[in-house]
T-cell receptor, first 113, second 111 residues
Framework: DTGVSQDPRHKITKRGQNVTFRCDPISEHNRLYWYRQTLGQGPEFLTYFQNEAQLEKSRLLSDRFSAERPKGSFSTLEIQRTEQGDSAMYLC???????????FGPGTRLTVT | LAKTTQPISMDSYEGQEVNITCSHNNIATNDYITWYQQFPSQGPRFIIQGYKTKVTNEVASLFIPADRKSSTLSLPRVSLSDTAVYYCLVGENTGFQKLVFGTGTRLLVSP
């Protein structure tokens, strides 16, 4: 399967701990996006990369959140000092330059206790 | 990015045609209309995109009137597996810019 993959699929952590999620986009897709989705709501944009450059960050991305895409391939999203309000599904998507659609991964469900 | 309005939920039965309408009164000249489908515990999946008139693919049809202030996603002969949330999005170059999702339309298909 050559779709977008995310790891882990589920993460349970205690408040105050740090967590890191990984996203592997479709090969040769140079754009990579992170979204967050809470129950009953549509996904909300967090940030996106073109190759290794982070081009836009949402105001939702507080200073506890950091994302990287060091070699323009996979990406990581780290949340430091997690809070209960961080509990959500974190979705990654990728698209080729000029493409008309984004391809989403299955998401990482984070539960902060 | 133009704001969209769509029904919160819809119910249907297997074999029926389902039409989901989306309002986007402030659509800009360069904006496209795109629909995504999302099953529980999965990421959204692109269904169809159009600019004007009618677009059809193997999954759905998209009808866009001349004023482009609304659009209708048509799902022919739905099955139980079409139960999902459907999102209407409007924007320019929605493939390579951030997507702005609303709350979508939750479609429930019953036997």
């Amino acid at each position: 399967d050559t779709g977008v993959s995310q790891d882990p699929r589920h993460k349970i952590t205690k408040r105050g701990q740090n967590v890191t999620f990984r996203c592997d986009p479709i090969s040769e897709h140079n754009r990579l996006y992170w979204y967050r989705q809470t129950l009953g709501q549509g996904p909300e944009f967090l940030t996106y990369f073109q190759n290794e450059a982070q081009l836009e960050k949402s105001r939702l991305l507080s200073d506890r959140f950091s994302a990287e895409r060091p070699k323009g391939s996979f990406s990581t999203l780290e949340i430091q000092r997690t809070e209960q309000g961080d509990s959500a599904m974190y979705l990654c998507a990728s698209s080729p330059q000029g493409g008309r659609e984004q391809y989403f991964g299955p998401g990482t469900r984070l539960t902060v206790t | 990015l133009a704001k969209t309005t769509q029904p919160i939920s819809m119910d249907s039965y297997e074999g029926q045609e389902v039409n989901i309408t989306c309002s986007h009164n402030n659509i800009a000249t360069n904006d496209y209309i795109t629909w995504y489908q999302q099953f529980p515990s999965q990421g959204p999946r692109f269904i169809i995109q159009g600019y004007k008139t009618k677009v059809t693919n193997e999954v759905a049809s998209l009808f866009i009137p001349a004023d482009r202030k609304s659009s209708t996603l048509s799902l022919p002969r739905v099955s139980l597996s079409d139960t999902a949330v459907y999102y209407c999005l409007v924007g320019e170059n929605t493939g390579f810019q951030k997507l702005v999702f609303g709350t979508g339309t939750r479609l429930l298909v019953s036997p």
